[in-house]
């Protein structure tokens, strides 16, 4: 994944648009920095805060603990506001332990919960860049997992600075994103970068969630929200869909169906016929879930149950996002697209803000069918920006970061100016 040996070194990497002609004004873009930490003897970790046991140039949970933090030190101090962070790992991940990884860019005062690999954006203010991981284990007699070594690339902006009160500073813009008279025209390159998720405002990760239903007979039956609504006529598009919420039991009754397969550590909940699997125990806990709720099934059974695809935030039903089956979240842009892929209002299930920034945007796709393997960026829902193979590989676009769409879908996002990098 990286270079282990590398210890403490920051390398700059200049990110530029080439497909934004600026010519008459000498620019600078953004900048990519990385950090790396092998954990050996000169790791930078805060002591005060770290509760696991390091050792060997390893981090474990401590030997009297079943959960412990690792969090570091303040690893880049910028002068502007860091705006985006990709972590990668090496780590060793043994059965019934689970390691959930953070980052933040104001001295771990928010910490967001992140998947290796992806690139976050901050949501929050700050040039204060620190990582933290939770490792857990399911008992004292099991093995601990342990991290090995962290990576960090990270974005400073080039315009945006950070004032005393924690504030973004960028005055170059006026309220439609264009450049003001006398404005910096840095700040147009920044803006334009952020179009395409390298810096400044580009959007944040996402989540889904879960509900109760019904007990898991030996044949499962799929059941929907117009299954038990009969209407002579065959109509029932004036019906009111039921929509499930993650973390409640069903009206009426007291159970809350929480499954996993024997043997394996994945747990689920069946909410309105479908499985929703809880990614992380911290969000099973928040939920208000008890391990006791469990009960165990066989695959098959599991298997009868299809996953959950749509979702919303709780206290937003204005926006739908569809769950990929690479565990990443992509706005849909309207119902017509949605019943394009067959999917109906009963479908959705509203998940919890957590839980929702635990997944990171589907932001790069494809289309299936006909098969045509040109990337396209999709932003905020709206455009579409084609991604030529070059771009892909300077951006580090990997394969289980770009999804299949269907036609309907592509042709709903209006075309703006190709990424060339």
């Known amino acids: 994944m990286f270079n282990s040996n590398i210890k403490l070194k920051y390398f700059v990497v200049p990110v530029i648009l080439t497909a934004i002609s600026l010519t008459a004004f000498p620019v600078l873009a953004d900048q990519v920095f990385a950090y790396s930490d092998d954990l050996s003897s000169g790791y930078n970790l805060d002591m005060f805060q770290t509760r696991a046991k390091i050792s060997g140039g390893r981090a474990f949970t401590a030997d009297d603990s079943v959960s412990s933090a690792v969090i570091s030190s303040v690893v880049a101090n910028s002068s502007k506001a860091i705006v985006s962070a990709r972590l990668d790992v090496s780590d060793n991940i043994p059965s019934n332990t689970r390691i959930v990884y953070y980052i933040s860019n104001d001295n771990g005062y928010r910490f967001m919960q992140v998947n290796p690999g992806y690139t976050y954006s901050f949501d929050s203010v700050g040039n204060q860049l620190r990582w933290k991981a939770i490792i857990t284990r399911e008992s004292l007699l099991v093995q601990s997992a342990s991290v090995?070594?962290?990576?960090?690339?990270?974005?400073?902006?080039?315009?945006?600075?950070?004032?005393?009160?924690?504030?973004?500073?960028?005055?170059?813009?006026?309220?439609?994103?264009?450049?003001?008279?006398?404005?910096?025209?840095?700040?147009?390159?920044?803006?334009?970068?952020?179009?395409?998720?390298?810096g400044c405002n580009a959007a944040s990760p996402a989540t889904y969630a879960k509900s109760a239903q019904t007990v898991i007979p030996t044949s499962a039956t799929v059941t929907t929200a117009s299954s038990n609504t009969s209407n002579n006529s065959g109509n029932n598009s004036n019906l009111a869909a039921t929509?499930?919420?993650?973390?409640?039991?069903?009206?009426?009754?007291?159970?809350?169906?929480?499954?996993?397969?024997?043997?394996?550590?994945?747990?689920?909940?069946?909410?309105?016929?479908?499985?929703?699997?809880?990614?992380?125990?911290?969000?099973?806990?928040?939920?208000?879930?008890?391990?006791?709720?469990?009960?165990?099934?066989?695959?098959?059974?599991?298997?009868?149950?299809?996953?959950?695809?749509?979702i919303q935030i709780t206290g937003n039903k204005k926006k739908t996002y569809y769950f990929t089956e690479g565990g990443m979240i992509r706005l849909i842009p309207d119902k017509n697209v949605s019943g394009s892929y067959g999917d109906r209002d009963e479908d959705i299930i509203i998940i919890s803000k957590k839980e929702f920034n635990f997944y990171p945007q589907n932001q790069f796709v494809f289309l299936e069918n006909p098969l045509n393997r040109d990337v396209f960026q999709i932003i905020q829902g709206k455009t579409k920006r084609y991604v030529t193979p070059q771009a892909v590989k300077r951006m580090k676009i990997d394969l289980e970061q770009i999804a299949p769409i269907n036609q309907t879908e592509l042709a709903a996002y209006k075309t703006d100016k190709p990424i060339v990098l």
């Open 243 to 310: 929509i499930y919420t993650a973390g409640k039991k069903q009206e009426g009754s007291d159970l809350v169906n929480l499954v996993k397969v024997k043997g394996q550590t994945e747990i689920y909940e069946i909410v309105g016929g479908k499985k929703h699997l809880i990614p992380t125990m911290d969000i099973f806990y928040d939920y208000g879930f008890k391990v006791e709720q469990i009960q165990d099934i066989t695959q098959k059974q599991l298997d009868k149950f299809p996953r959950i695809k749509l």
């Open 148 to 198: 090995d070594s962290v990576y960090l690339a990270y974005t400073v902006s080039d315009t945006l600075a950070v004032n005393q009160n924690n504030v973004y500073s960028n005055s170059g813009y006026n309220s439609n994103g264009v450049l003001s008279n006398g404005g910096d025209i840095n700040s147009y390159v920044c803006s334009a970068l952020s179009l395409v998720g390298l």
